[in-house]
């Protein structure tokens, strides 16, 4: 997550090097956390619960996932996700396969509220595209 983003200000704005950010407004958590719960939170509503495994509950996974975000901004009206991905796969022959995902979501106005509304809809994209991206050679769907 791109450091000025990972704060705890919502940024409704970014205009080239400029940020504007709201001064009564702060996210609840730090952005990467709840970027990752919101995707985590998506992509087992794609998959299943039983498929998404939290780091340290027990179970050993076909792939771990990796994502990192280049921009997950809200410039001139559209809120932009950038976001490199990979998967590397625990078994099979393939040992990893990855991507990099662009979306622009409209953005309501320049407010937390839709602000937060068009990150969790750029994430929910994105997690389509990791839903159809998870398989493993070897794995076992139904694991």
Known sequence: MPGYL???PVVTGHNGSTLTVSNKTEWAEPL???AARVLRDALSQRLGASRV????????PDAD????FIALDPQQGKLRLDAKWSFSCTSGERASHGGRSFFEVPL??????????????????????????AECPGSDPAR
Do not use: C, F, H, K
Request: proline share 5%; no cysteine; hydrophobic share 55%.
């Open 6 to 8: 990972n704060a705890y």
């Open 32 to 34: 990467s956390d709840a």
């Open 53 to 60: 495994l939290i780091a340290g509950e027990g179970r050993i």
């Open 65 to 68: 996932l990796t994502v990192e």
């Open 108 to 133: 309501e106005a320049a407010t937390p509220p839709a602000v937060a509304a068009a990150t969790a809809d750029a994430l929910g994209r994105l997690a389509d595209v990791l839903a159809a991206q």
